[in-house]
């Protein structure tokens, strides 16, 4: 399995933004689906937004508007910009990476927005 290191969280004012980054440790040739969930201690952990390798998207309907999922195959990364945040935003956010029925993993990337 892919090792996936996360970057990018901190603390930031509600309205503000942040942009979290992931790196995949080796090169991920075939189709794929790479994306974030976040997870708020004693509640399940909720999917944020995917990007496949051909580059469709999802979100959820509570960042639509302003997230936004990016992917660079070459870099392997993936990115989410988080525009306008909310109080509601705060949670650990884990990158995954999917390849058929294979899940891997971030350690989780702490986001906190409060005033």
């Known amino acids: 399995q892919a090792q996936l290191v996360e970057s990018g969280g901190g603390l930031a004012q509600p309205g503000a933004s942040l942009r979290l980054s992931c790196a995949a440790s080796e090169n991920v040739f075939r189709d794929n689906i790479m994306g974030w969930y976040r997870q708020v201690p004693g509640k399940q952990r909720e999917l944020v937004a995917y990007?496949?390798?051909?580059?469709?998207?999802n979100y959820a309907d509570s960042v639509k508007g302003r997230f936004t999922i990016s992917r660079d195959n070459a870099e392997k990364t993936v990115h989410l910009q988080m525009n306008s945040l909310k109080f509601e935003d705060t949670a650990i956010y884990y990158c995954?990476?999917?390849?058929?029925?294979?899940?891997?993993w971030g350690r989780g990337t702490q986001v906190t927005v409060s005033s």
């Open positions: 990007i496949t390798s051909g580059g469709r998207t």
């Open positions: 995954y990476l999917e390849i058929g029925p294979m899940r891997s």
